[in-house]
């Protein structure tokens, strides 16, 4: 070789040619040169062992290939015939043999030290890299296949070369590569050698290949992420090089197979690659109390500027955990059919796991910690919110896609399990939940059921479950834990004032272990980036069901809903899970309650929530269970709104919006019907339901009931229901408004009643603490006050609700008098007012003069004030003021002037006081005539009475069963609360009791005797 042209052989080969010969040639010398210079750049390498004249593309070190030099007799250049086998003679090169066979173009050139790397797959990591960047592609190319061919080798017989870890290169090259500038290049190099791995050898190789990459990016997301935010650089890394194996369908079936368990234990999901990575919130989890010990430090001391800025950090971590993991899913579905079966499998037997969870959630730890045999919280509303992100393609109103839902889908079983694959099913367990509607054994078995459900319809039952797991069974463990938090605060607040008392530290740790819990839950549970396409996804929920239940057999398209609503295809309704309705009551409890300003974002759309209200909650033959229908009117009173009169900005809009959903809506004529049905239904359930929980779920709609009299067009319509109530009052079913103002007055006399009692109690537990207070040790000090503390809790919650019902009363009575004056309900209404008057007027009222009247939301001036107001609204029936005058228990001529003596004091209105001083009057006119009658009651023959009320009888009534004989008005009050025969229990109507005539006229008779000589 020359010292002037190291390549000469190549040239002196053109001398020989004629001199068009020699144009090809020299054209063929110069591809020949390009390529060898190419290959050098790339590989490092060389079989030119002289670099003295070194040309402006050849690098300035290299490694010479000295054995290959001389089996190629002395060649001097590299080309596509020996490059493979010059690749394979320096991966097997050890780093002496390397630093040895280093050739210089100066003695002074400077060994670059990607020449002598001794790692064989981070070498040709690199030479990958460089390949990427050469200008000629074809080259490029040539190079690339070279190098995934050997780094395939190098994967599959890692042994042939000699003290290499191929397996720690490897995650040097994940670890350390991955964030470069050149990281796409090292990326593709990896999938390509990956993919060559794949040629020759079975899948099962590439997963024990990638197994380890994969478990060390396990173990930094369990150190970095497992029960805490992502504060972790290494976890965060880690998250990111995750993605990689979304990049073609073989590893992302690796990746499935990594994170997949045999177990279905929901531990074991959490300890799953997709488990931890979801796991990282600041919600209690199963390894530490979570980021709550990081974020809600001292809790009782935070300021609101320290929780925003802890929710702030909260919601920055979620946001990037279900960010990352929603695009790692959404890339997975799209890669094939297998991947997307594989990962919604993953998701679906997850969810099944956790099918405990609301079941579990009155055992929940005070720390907040999960039960042992459920995910964690944070993980279950990660999972939600990744779920609705991937429903966002369909969650508008309306959306063309939501038709491709098929109910059928929860009652689908399988007897094969590839039959989930093939059909689009992941969901378990559906069959088993209970649904809107009963389907009797055949009618299920008649459904007709798609051959294939989509994409759509699977991933949509899916959140719908996950919801319900997630959300509902986090709400009702964070509804337990504030209950209990309640009851430790008050302890805290004792000890607090008494350092010393016994247990003062354990409860100060309790409470702010709990307290620490309740801010940590309250936060994850309402992230905007989860609260928010809840909604929107609870919108295409209602607009959907709304569909459904209207549309008879008719489901291809929308149509808008109208009143009377037509039939609907109730084995549709059979279909579906009452947890849909169920997560959308949550959804807007939640929002209403804690961040109301997310409601902004969807009312625009709330015209669908109320559909889905007007639909449902009045009708059992769409929604069976009236719990369910009961929590939609809980829904109805988020939405209501709010009457602050110190709202601003988006505030006034937002609440314009409000009020146009209870005024301009289509069908909104049809709420207060509804709303009465709903109310009415809770009652006659048959279920064995305690009265407080009957009472939970009335008291929202005494709210919006209060709301809706405001305005004209509801006053008018449930004024409409009172007057078809009057008319049909001796109808075999009892009309709704009746049967509405029946519970009512129940409600109210047994509420206020409660309240009272309760309220004496505290009046006297005050009076025995401060003149015991000296002589109680500290224990029997706690004691009592936490007994108090109980007590006043639910004196609060019966005179908040006694409120409710009397101003209730108050409103329906201005124009709806009539009813309550019929001999159907004015005896019952007389003597519950006269009674509560008398308690809180009379001279017993001191009885329930605690010290502080807010402290258990007693109002007695409002109380009086308002039942001051049904008197005079009745005032003008001749019928109330008997039934007032001649109500024995708790009439006396001392009732009116006492209370006027009451509202004189709380200032009322002169001219109502006027009007009640001239009512005591005719009342006590009238009273004077019911003396009489009492004297004749006294004599009257025993076949007169009545034997349930014992009072002489008007309208005497044979029951066709029993044939006892009793009063009509005592019989019809009797079935307005229980339709059976008092004296047998058969089954009783109003329309069914025989009049007895022949006793009527002879009771006439005999009163006229009795008066006319008692004149003579």
């Known amino acids: 070789m020359t010292d002037s042209n190291p390549f000469a052989a190549l040239q002196n080969a053109t001398n020989s040619h004629s001199k068009d010969e020699n144009h090809v040639t020299e054209k063929m010398v110069r591809e020949k040169l390009e390529l060898s210079y190419c290959y050098e750049r790339v590989f490092l390498v060389s079989l030119d062992k002289d670099l003295s004249d070194v040309d402006v593309h050849r690098p300035n070190s290299l490694v010479f290939l000295e054995d290959l030099h001389n089996t190629l007799d002395q060649q001097e250049w590299l080309d596509i015939e020996n490059i493979s086998q010059a690749m394979f003679e320096r991966t097997l090169m050890s780093s002496k043999q390397l630093r040895k066979s280093v050739v210089k173009a100066t003695a002074d050139s400077a060994v670059d030290h990607n020449v002598i790397e001794d790692q064989t797959l981070v070498y040709l990591c690199n030479c990958y890299i460089r390949a990427s960047k050469e200008r000629n592609q074809v080259n490029a190319q040539n190079c690339k296949d070279v190098i995934t061919e050997n780094a395939s080798t190098c994967l599959r017989q890692p042994d042939l070369y000699e003290g290499q870890n191929i397996e720690e290169q490897m995650c040097t090259i994940f670890f350390t590569e991955f964030f470069s500038a050149d990281s796409e290049h090292m990326l593709n190099f990896l999938e390509k050698s990956f993919n060559k791995v794949l040629e020759s050898e079975d899948f099962l190789t590439l997963c024990s290949l990638l197994h380890p990459i994969l478990s060390k990016l396990h173990r930094a997301c369990t150190r970095g992420l497992l029960g805490k935010l992502c504060d972790d650089s290494d976890a965060s890394n880690a998250l990111k090089i995750i993605h990689f194996f979304a990049r073609n369908q073989n590893l992302a079936e690796v990746l499935l197979g990594y994170t997949n368990t045999t177990s279905s234990s929901a531990r074991a999901f959490e300890k799953s690659l997709f488990g931890t990575i979801l796991s990282s919130s600041c919600a209690p989890g199963h390894y530490r109390e979570g980021a709550a010990n990081d974020l809600f430090i001292n809790p009782d001391k935070m300021t609101q500027a320290d929780v925003d800025r802890a929710e702030a950090m909260a919601y920055s971590n979620s946001s990037m955990i279900t960010s990352c993991m929603h695009n790692l899913f959404n890339k997975i579905f799209r890669l094939s059919p297998r991947t997307k079966h594989l990962l919604l499998n993953w998701i679906g037997r997850l969810i099944a796991a956790n099918s405990g969870r609301v079941q579990l959630a009155s055992t929940m730890a005070m720390d907040g910690a999960p039960p042992r045999d459920e995910c964690s919280d944070g993980l279950m509303l990660n999972l939600c919110n990744v779920l609705v992100r991937m429903c966002e393609p369909f969650c508008k109103p309306k959306s063309s896609l939501l038709l491709k839902l098929r109910p059928q889908y929860c009652r ?62 986090t709400k009702e463990k964070f509804l337990n834990l504030n209950r209990e938090l309640n009851r430790i605060q008050s302890l805290y607040q004792q000890v607090q004032n008494n350092p010393a008392a016994p247990n003062a530290e354990a409860i100060k740790f309790a409470f702010e272990r709990a307290m620490k819990a309740y801010m940590a839950i309250r936060t994850a549970m309402i992230d905007p980036e989860l609260l928010k396409p809840i909604l929107r996804f609870h919108i295409a929920s209602a607009t959907y069901l709304s569909y459904l239940a209207t549309g008879g057999d008719n489901v291809s398209q929308f149509s808008p809903l109208t009143f009377p609503l037509t039939a609907c295809n109730t084995r549709l309704l059979g279909c579906m899970p009452e947890f849909v309705i169920n997560n959308i009551t949550d959804a807007m409890v939640i929002t209403r309650r804690f961040k109301s300003v997310y409601l902004q974002d969807v009312l625009e759309f709330g015209g669908h929530f109320m559909d889905l209200i007007l639909v449902f909650m009045g009708s059992k033959s769409r929604l069976k269970n009236p719990h369910l229908r009961a929590k939609l009117a809980e829904v109805l009173y988020e939405m209501m709104p709010n009457e602050d009169n110190n709202a601003t900005g988006r505030d006034i809009v937002q609440e314009m919006v409000k009020r146009d959903l209870f005024t301009s809506h289509p069908n909104i004529d049809n709420l207060a019907e509804v709303l009465f049905t709903v109310f009415v239904s809770i009652e006659t359930t048959g279920e064995s339901v305690q009265f407080e929980q009957k009472l939970n779920y009335r008291q929202p709609m005494y709210k919006v009931i209060d709301y809706i009299w405001k305005i004209d067009l509801h006053q008018k319509a449930i004024v409409r229901l009172a007057d078809v109530a009057l008319k049909d009052i001796e109808n075999t079913d009892a009309p709704l408004f009746l049967k509405f103002v029946n519970l009512l007055v129940n409600d109210a006399n047994f509420l206020l009643g409660e309240a009272l009692d309760l309220m004496k109690q505290l009046k006297e537990k005050e009076q025995e603490n401060q003149e015991s207070a000296a002589t109680m040790s500290q224990r029997e000090m706690q004691q009592r006050e936490a007994n108090m503390s109980q007590m006043a809790q639910m004196a609060r919650f019966h005179n908040s609700a006694a409120l409710d019902t009397i101003h209730t009363l108050s409103l329906l009575t201005s124009e709806c008098s009539k009813l309550f004056c019929h001999s159907v309900m004015v005896d019952r209404i007389a003597s519950m007012l006269n009674y509560f008057l008398r308690e809180l007027t009379g001279p017993q009222m001191g009885a329930f003069k605690v010290k502080e009247f807010a402290k258990y939301e007693f109002k007695p001036a409002v109380v009086v004030a308002e039942i001051s107001d049904i008197y005079l609204n009745l005032a003008h029936s001749e019928s109330f003021c008997e039934a007032v005058s001649g109500d024995g228990r708790s009439y006396s001529p001392k009732l009116f002037p006492q209370t006027v003596t009451v509202l004189n004091k709380i200032h009322h209105p002169f001219d109502k006081i006027q009007q009640f001083t001239e009512l005591g009057h005719t009342i006590e006119n009238a009273a004077a005539k019911h003396l009489e009658d009492d004297d004749l009651v006294a004599s009257a023959p025993e076949e007169f009475l009545d034997p349930l009320l014992g009072t002489l009888m008007k309208d005497p009534v044979i029951l066709p069963s029993s044939k006892i004989v009793v009063d009509k008005s005592t019989i019809a009050r009797h079935i307005l609360s229980d339709q059976n025969d008092p004296f047998n229990r058969n089954p009783l109507a109003l329309d069914q009791v025989i009049p007895d005539s022949q006793l009527k006229s002879r009771i006439n008779e005999w009163i006229a005797e009795q008066r006319k000589a008692k004149l003579s």
């Open 412 to 473: 689908q079983q399988f007897k094969e399990a590839n039959d989930q694959e093939q059909r689009h099913h992941h969901c378990l367990g559906l069959p088993d939940e209970t649904f809107l509607i009963s389907l009797e054994e055949n009618e299920v078995e008649e459904l007709e059921m798609p051959t294939e459900y989509g994409f759509v319809c699977d991933v949509f039952f899916l959140t719908q479950q996950a919801l319900y797991l997630g959300v509902h069974g």
